[in-house]
């Protein structure tokens, strides 16, 4: 097996288990009992199905379609301002949709779309194409490091307004591509100054995200209202112990723990599978991630390896902050465990990139193939 066909067969577990705990999580005190039809009808199931078949239209995409001009103009340079009227398009009346006091969709006819995940993977695959296409020139400061970093701020800063929380996750993945593609250290310190005055226009000026900070300090000392999440969210898990309480016996589902079906849902594996439960989920993200280097590895091009890259950190990064701020190791943000929370726009687009991955493990694996089928022959 390949290691593109073990992220797939990784990814497709965590989809699976997403079902099963979402509805689970979802489930509601009523005098109707629940089905397997209705499980297998419900829509996370619907989504997750969707997923696996984005999931395979990834796997098969032309990777060099990326590389194309049209217009003399390199086709990832599109994906910047396609990006910046998405994240527009939810100010718009009628366009736009609030969720939570939150502006973060806009709703083409029913179906809705969170740009602020189309963004996040279209910066992925900008940051790692420019990259690989001014690798010479990224230990420049001026002409290598500011553009792409400069155009990442924009879209971070677009997000931050809405959801500190993907936006950080941008901007962290975008740092960590073009460090690994060669960026200096220095570059990132004298841009600090920056990001700690966007970080306090981002925390300190907005009331909800100061409490949060406070709360996080403090839990046991903050008002009943604003401790509330961190709390239940510790209680659900410390309820589950080593084995559990069981597939669909959790308690603080009911009412209790908020955001149990999303941001949450990692409390509702603890509480119902125990510590060997969240194990298990967690030694999935980490194998993923370990096939993903192994990818990187044998990768034919530098933008396969930055865009892989990219994608796995993404991944990585956001499942960690996940659980670091359902355990309380951080403060309480909202953002999704990877294939496991409910959502359509996430688990739709995450899946695509999973099958890029497999896409890029294909062609490296078809070169290695063709090089070992015709060995180049030395002349005297």
């Known amino acids: 097996m390949r290691a593109g066909q073990g992220i797939i067969v990784i990814s497709i577990s965590l989809l699976m288990l997403g079902v099963v705990m979402v509805n689970s999580a979802g489930m509601q005190i009523s005098e109707h009992s629940v089905s397997l039809a209705d499980m297998l009808s419900s829509r996370p199931t619907i989504l997750a199905l969707l997923a696996i078949v984005a ?38 009346p009628g366009i736009g949709k609030e969720v939570n006091y939150s502006k973060r969709w806009i709703d083409f006819g029913g179906f809705n779309l969170q740009p602020s995940e189309v963004a996040k993977w279209m910066m992925v695959i900008m940051i790692a194409w420019w990259s690989s296409q001014h690798f010479d020139s990224l230990k420049m400061y001026w002409k290598g490091f ?46 600090a100054p920056v990001v700690l005055g966007g970080f306090y226009l981002a925390v300190y000026q907005v009331d909800y995200r100061m409490t949060r900070l406070l709360t996080y300090l403090d839990p046991y000392d903050a008002p009943e209202k604003a401790r509330y999440h961190i709390l239940q969210s510790m209680s659900t898990i410390s309820e589950g112990g080593l084995a559990g309480l069981g597939l669909g016996n959790g308690i603080h589902k009911f009412g209790y723990l908020p955001e149990d079906t999303t941001d949450f849902i990692f409390a509702v594996i603890c509480e119902e599978l125990g510590v060997f439960g969240a194990l298990a989920v967690a030694s999935l993200y980490i194998a993923l991630v370990v096939l993903g280097i192994c990818v990187i590895k044998k990768a034919v091009s530098t933008f396969h390896q930055l865009l892989t890259l990219g994608i796995i950190v993404t991944i990585g990064l956001q499942a960690s902050i996940n659980v670091l701020v359902v355990t309380a190791l951080v403060p309480t943000k909202g953002i999704a465990l990877p294939l496991l929370s409910n959502g359509g726009t996430g688990w739709l687009l995450t899946a695509f990139c999973i099958g890029l991955i497999d896409a890029i493990d294909r062609r490296s694996e078809a070169r290695s193939t063709a090089q070992h089928a015709f060995p180049t022959t030395a002349h005297a």
């Not at 796997?59 to 103009?73: A, C, V, W």
């Not at 086709?75 to 301002?81: A, G, R, S, T």
Request: a positive charge; hydrophobic letters at 65%.
């Open 146 to 191: 500011i553009p792409p970093i400069f155009g990442v701020s924009v879209i971070a800063a677009m997000i931050a307004v809405e959801d500190l929380g993907t936006a950080v996750l941008i901007f962290s993945t975008a740092c960590f591509i073009l460090f690994a593609a060669g960026s200096k250290l220095w570059h990132f310190a004298t841009f």
């Open 55 to 92: 999931m395979f239209i990834g796997s098969r995409f032309p990777i060099q379609l990326f590389e194309k001009r049209p217009f003399h103009i390199p086709i990832v340079y599109w994906l910047l301002p396609i990006s910046v009227i998405l994240l527009l398009l939810v100010y718009v």
